[in-house]
């Protein structure tokens, strides 16, 4: 996370290393450090740095991609890996590309066969991107209501997914498929996300 300086990727610089979410336009937050160092912790042992020769790396999925700032440092951590960020916010997904770019990262045009990069795409993120699944890793970054089985299916095996749940109570869950397909649920911890939402109801624009 050192590797990627937040002052990218937030609109006021002044504020960009509090440890606390930040408006970053459009509905939407950037969330708290303290919540992206969760997020890494609990998916590292399934970002590997390096990747064999002759085996292709993990792709990840950055659902509510926002500016960008979360795909950067799972870049940073895998770097041979193709992470996809989406956003269903058009406007966002053309800022996190400025940012990315702000900061030295390569993105990608999402139909090159180049591997490793960023590449952000605007879509509904509750149902994933079925054109780049699998997904070794899945990071989602506002509260679904309830598990979007989407995503579930579009895990790899194995693969690994860090999603908060809930309306009024919400939790981190972590879900994995192991390399037969079973699905395991593991609650984490009590959070206070954001929700994961239509975008006419997050931005009118």
Same mark, same amino acid.
């Given at each position: 996370m050192k590797q990627v300086d937040r002052k990218h990727y937030v +609109?006021?610089?002044t504020a960009a290393y509090e440890d606390a979410p930040q408006r970053i336009g459009y &509905?939407? @937050? %950037?969330?708290? +450090? /303290?919540m992206h160092a969760h997020a890494c912790e609990n998916l590292l042992e399934l970002l590997p740095e390096h990747t064999p020769e002759g085996q292709e790396a993990p792709r990840i999925l950055d659902v509510g991609s926002g500016s960008g700032y979360l795909a950067a440092v799972l870049h940073r951590i895998s770097p041979h890996s193709r992470v996809i960020g989406i956003d269903h916010i +058009?406007?966002? !997904? #053309? *800022?996190?590309? $400025?940012?990315l770019?702000? $900061?030295? !990262? *390569?993105v990608l045009d999402k139909h090159t066969g180049q591997s490793g990069g960023v590449? =952000? %795409?605007s879509g509904d993120g509750r149902k &994933?991107?079925?054109? /780049? #699944?699998?997904?070794g890793v899945i990071h989602v970054g506002a509260a679904a209501p309830h598990m979007p089985q989407d995503l579930v299916d579009q895990l790899a095996e194995p693969g690994r997914m860090f999603i908060p749940v809930g309306e009024g109570s919400q939790a981190v869950w972590q879900v994995d498929k192991s390399l037969t397909g079973e699905i395991t649920k593991k609650k984490l911890f &009590? !959070? =206070?996300? !954001?929700?994961? @939402?239509?975008?006419?109801? *997050?931005?009118? &624009?």
């Open positions: +609109p006021d610089a &509905g939407a @937050t %950037i969330s708290a +450090p /303290h +058009p406007n966002l !997904v #053309a *800022q996190s590309i $400025d940012n770019r702000k $900061d030295g !990262v *390569q590449v =952000m %795409i &994933g991107s079925k054109e /780049h #699944a699998p997904f &009590g !959070v =206070m996300y !954001v929700p994961l @939402t239509d975008a006419d109801k *997050q931005w009118r &624009g």
